[in-house]
């Protein structure tokens, strides 16, 4: 048997996953989870990234315990976006701030002034959104950060981590597509936008291939933690959504749902598309596996349902999501939608409230009881995936057969069922731990255990359970998407 770690951070806990391999099927174990709590000082938000590394070292130490000489690789894969500055000598340069930090407000007014968004969009292939890495490195030199006079390297959260582990700095193409400072045409730092913004070209190191070897663990990391001194580092899919995509059991080129507090929802390109089209249409370009673009748009998934909970739960009434489930499926149906991305949905509070107050205010019937607010909830979430899914059609020619989802939103039947009726094709749901599965495969592909990730995603779906979800002949949504339109227009 052979043994595989993925190091799988979100921004609310991380957790180590093996993978045991044993030359046909794959069996995941969760050897360790932990908090990953931000930190606020003086208006500024922040992650305890040398807090996490201590946790990760932990998980290690007992992956160490448990199988020892079985333990082949490890790699991590995060969140988008976030970066570090480190100097000459390796040491972490200031806070490692988190992509809601406030410091990226006016940002995007101070991008424009200094290059053309469409300019941006032509060379990045991202959209403008206040995460990006691109405002908050010029807030930082906008603010004259004395950071960025020794700064020698720029490393992504992945990367940050993967360098304390193996002490080799490198930059993975998949987390550096984030950023919108990576350019998807000619694979390498998009130095019109760099350049524009005038931050140090210095900083910008190599960019390696998702599932390049780094090395193995330092010696420091192996007496911590009693791993094997030959335990590989891999600089895998970096960016958690890559990796939930690599570990879907898809042809390659499929159209694909993480489903999670955000959706995100695309299709696996050979080439990034970057035209007006696409920038209208709200897509992004990302890297992802096997040298493929993810064609994407993010909605605000899980996030609407997640925020429902804690509110009820705040007033007394603390519902388990399968309670939750179980009180939409009674609820009738199509009765009001919503826009999940409308900018009223994007921050904490009283979600609830905010979905009756659209409804109101956009002249629909008003749902009262918890029920029919997350009909509401799912059945626009679904509806959302369609707009995004005729976009993808529109800009690409491409028709699609089926939807493969991953991610934990899929043990939502009545969103699963809801999406394949909205869509009109099939969604094949599974596995829920789509994005251990890719990290894992990526490190097997990277150590030649198996020879690419379609053969990896082979194992996946001979070791994973999936679902299939048919459109109801019975139904069709489209009078109701012409209904969702016109409310997300309003």
């Given at each position: 048997m052979q043994v595989f770690l993925a190091i799988d951070l979100g921004a609310g806990s991380g957790r180590l996953v093996a993978g045991k391999f044993d030359g046909a099927h794959l069996s995941l174990d969760e050897v360790h989870r932990f908090g990953n709590e931000g930190v606020e000082i003086n208006g500024g938000s922040y992650w305890d990234t040398t807090r996490l590394f201590h946790d990760i070292l932990d998980g290690l130490q007992i992956a160490a315990k448990r199988y020892g000489e079985s333990l082949v690789s490890v790699a991590t894969d995060t969140w988008g976006c976030d970066h570090a500055l480190l100097d000459a000598n390796g040491n972490l340069l200031g806070g490692h701030h988190q992509y809601r930090d406030p410091r990226s407000n006016g940002m995007q007014e101070a991008m424009s002034e200094r290059?053309?968004?469409?300019?941006?969009?032509?060379?990045?292939?991202?959209?403008?959104?206040?995460?990006?890495?691109?405002?908050?490195?010029?807030?930082?030199?906008?603010?004259?950060?004395?950071?960025?006079?020794?700064?020698?390297?720029?490393?992504?959260?992945?990367?940050?981590?993967?360098?304390?582990?193996?002490?080799?700095?490198?930059?993975?193409?998949?987390?550096?597509?984030?950023?919108?400072?990576?350019?998807?045409?000619?694979?390498?730092?998009?130095?019109?936008?760099?350049?524009?913004l005038e931050l140090p070209r210095s900083i910008f190191g190599e960019i390696v291939r998702i599932g390049t070897v780094l090395g193995e663990i330092t010696e420091s990391v192996a007496a911590r933690t009693g791993a094997p001194a030959k335990l590989k580092v891999v600089a895998s899919a970096g960016h958690d959504t890559a990796s939930a995509v690599a570990g879907l059991p898809m042809e390659r080129?499929?159209?694909?749902?993480?489903?999670?507090?955000?959706?995100?929802?695309?299709?696996?390109?050979?080439?990034?598309?970057?035209?007006?089209?696409?920038?209208?249409?709200g897509l992004s370009n990302e890297g992802g596996v096997n040298r493929t673009t993810r064609l994407l748009h993010n909605v605000s998934g899980l996030w609407l349902i997640q925020e429902c909970r804690r509110h009820w739960a705040d007033n007394g009434d603390d519902l388990s999501y399968a309670e939750m489930a179980d009180l939409a499926e009674a609820a009738p149906a199509h009765t009001a939608f919503i826009d999940p991305n409308d900018p009223s949905f994007a921050t904490p509070g009283d979600?609830?409230?905010?979905?009756?107050?659209?409804?109101?205010?956009?002249?629909?019937?008003?749902?009262?009881?918890?029920?029919?607010?997350?009909?509401?909830?799912?059945?626009?979430?679904?509806?959302?995936?369609?707009?995004?899914?005729?976009?993808?059609?529109?800009?690409?020619?491409?028709?699609?057969?089926?939807?493969?989802?991953?991610?934990?939103?899929?043990?939502?039947?009545?969103?699963?069922?809801?999406?394949?009726?909205?869509?009109?094709?099939?969604?094949?749901?599974?596995?829920?731990?789509?994005?251990?599965?890719?990290?894992?495969?990526?490190?097997?592909?990277?150590?030649?255990?198996?020879?690419?990730?379609?053969?990896?995603?082979?194992?996946?779906?001979?070791?994973?359970?999936?679902?299939?979800?048919?459109?109801?002949?019975?139904?069709?949504?489209?009078?109701?998407?012409?209904?969702?339109?016109?409310?997300?227009?309003?």
């Open positions: 290059i053309p968004l469409d300019q941006v969009y032509a060379s990045t292939g991202i959209q403008p959104a206040f995460y990006n890495s691109s405002l908050h490195l010029l807030a930082e030199r906008i603010k004259g950060n004395p950071c960025f006079q020794i700064a020698h390297r720029l490393l992504f959260t992945p990367d940050l981590l993967a360098y304390w582990l193996s002490g080799v700095m490198a930059n993975e193409r998949s987390i550096a597509s984030t950023s919108q400072l990576y350019n998807p045409l000619t694979r390498d730092w998009a130095w019109d936008v760099i350049d524009a080129g499929g159209l694909w749902l993480s489903s999670g507090t955000w959706s995100i929802l695309g299709v696996e390109s050979e080439k990034p598309v970057t035209t007006p089209d696409a920038f209208a249409a979600m609830p409230q905010k979905i009756q107050a659209f409804c109101r205010n956009s002249s629909q019937p008003v749902p009262e009881t918890k029920g029919e607010i997350l009909r509401v909830a799912t059945e626009s979430l679904a509806l959302k995936y369609r707009q995004v899914v005729e976009s993808l059609r529109s800009v690409t020619g491409r028709t699609f057969a089926q939807l493969h989802a991953g991610g934990g939103g899929i043990q939502n039947e009545l969103l699963m069922q809801s999406t394949a009726n909205a869509i009109g094709i099939p969604v094949v749901s599974g596995p829920t731990e789509a994005t251990s599965c890719g990290n894992i495969i990526t490190q097997m592909v990277a150590t030649g255990t198996i020879r690419d990730v379609t053969e990896g995603r082979g194992i996946v779906a001979r070791s994973m359970e999936t679902k299939t979800f048919t459109p109801d002949p019975e139904q069709s949504w489209d009078a109701h998407y012409q209904r969702f339109l016109a409310i997300a227009h309003h």
